[in-house]
């Protein structure tokens, strides 16, 4: 690299990360870093344990709508919530765990001040917000069909009374 250019981003900065791991043992990280996130860690075991909470509860409401369901003999309508109760249960399980693993991965780097639990508490955060932006499109998508449906459906109930003869 030459000196020529002042606007010239050296190798090592910002565009090769190849040797990423290379300075991670002798790099440290900053006070203001850990503090920061040790003050955002109780309002992340906050939420966590909230969602465990929820998960709990909605395990227990799957397993009475379930066995309700089969009991009485119906596979209907109580399955059908029961099991759709199932996977925002499995849905909120692994959101409450990204969570939980965040706050656990503060506790690490508050204890170790290294760039690796730093890394490591990033990239739980990461994966925290990957499955709430993946939990929310799927949302939209479902929203988007639901309403295609009831405007079909509408459509189809309109046509059947209007019809001569009803």
Do not use: C, H
């Not at 690299?1 to 900065?13: A, L, Q, T």
Request: proline residues 2%; aromatic residues 10%; neutral net charge.
């Amino acid at each position: 690299m030459s000196n020529d250019n002042p606007f010239e981003v050296s190798s090592d900065s910002y565009g090769d990360r190849s040797g990423v791991d290379r300075d991670a043992s002798s790099a440290e990280v900053s006070r203001r870093t850990i503090e920061l996130l040790n003050q955002t860690r109780p309002w992340v075991q906050l939420i966590g344990v909230l969602m465990w909470i929820g998960v709990v509860l909605m395990a227990l409401v799957t397993i009475f709508l379930v066995g309700a369901a089969l009991m009485g003999g119906g596979l209907g309508g109580g399955l059908v919530i029961g099991l759709l109760y199932g996977f925002i249960t499995a849905v909120y399980w692994f959101m409450a765990k990204s969570l939980t693993g965040y706050a656990k991965r503060i506790n690490a780097l508050s204890a170790s001040e290294s760039v690796r639990d730093l890394e490591d508490a990033l990239e739980a955060q990461k994966n925290f917000w990957k499955t709430v932006g993946i939990i929310t499109l799927v949302t939209i998508l479902i929203y988007i069909v639901a309403i295609v449906l009831m405007i079909a459906g509408v459509g189809i109930m309109q046509n059947m009374f209007q019809r001569p003869g009803f």
